[in-house]
C-alpha cells in the first residue's frame, strides 16, 4: 500500500512540475515593442549640459545609443508591466545589464500615456554608484513633414 501511493505522490509531482516549465514561458512585450521615445538626459548632481538621445525599445531590449557609445553597454533585456493603480495606466520598465568593465546599468522608468521618465545608473564592480542619467521626454512622432 505504502508503494502504490508513493508512485502516484511521485508521478503527481512529476506531472506537476513538467506542466509548470510550460507555464513560465515568457510572453513578449505589448506595452512598450517598437516604441521609440525623444529624451533628455542629465547627470545628477552635475552642471553638464543635457544630452538628447533616443530611447528605443526594440526586440525585447532597450538601446540608447548615446549611452552605448559613452559605457560601452549594449541593448539590455527589459521587463514592463501595466500599474493603474493611480488611476491612470503607467507603464513600469526595468532594465540591467554589465559592460565588458563588469559595470551595471539599471535602468527604472515610467511611461505614461507619452511621457517617459525614469533613471539609468551606472555602478562599478564594486557596487559603487559612478553616474546617475535622470531622463524625460515624449513618444517619437511617427508623422511625415
Not at 70 to 80: M, Q
Not at 84 to 89: A, E, F, Y
Not at 98 to 113: A, L
Amino acid at each position: 500500500m505504502k508503494k502504490i501511493i508513493l508512485y502516484y505522490s511521485i508521478t503527481a509531482l512529476a506531472f506537476f512540475l513538467h506542466s509548470a516549465t510550460y507555464a513560465q514561458k515568457k510572453e513578449k512585450d505589448k506595452l512598450l515593442a517598437g516604441k521609440v521615445f525623444e529624451a533628455e538626459f542629465t547627470v545628477q548632481n552635475k552642471k553638464a549640459k543635457p544630452v538628447k538621445d533616443e530611447i528605443i525599445f526594440k526586440s525585447e531590449k532597450i538601446s540608447v545609443k548615446f549611452i552605448s557609445e559613452k559605457t560601452g553597454f549594449t541593448d539590455n533585456p527589459y521587463t514592463a508591466s501595466v500599474d493603474s493603480s493611480s488611476g491612470s495606466t503607467v507603464i513600469r520598465f526595468e532594465s540591467e545589464g554589465k559592460n565588458k568593465d563588469n559595470e551595471v546599468i539599471k535602468w527604472k522608468g515610467t511611461v505614461t500615456k507619452e511621457i517617459i521618465g525614469g533613471t539609468a545608473t551606472i555602478t562599478d564592480k564594486k557596487g559603487k554608484t559612478k553616474t546617475e542619467y535622470f531622463f524625460s521626454g515624449n513618444l517619437k512622432s511617427t508623422k511625415k513633414k
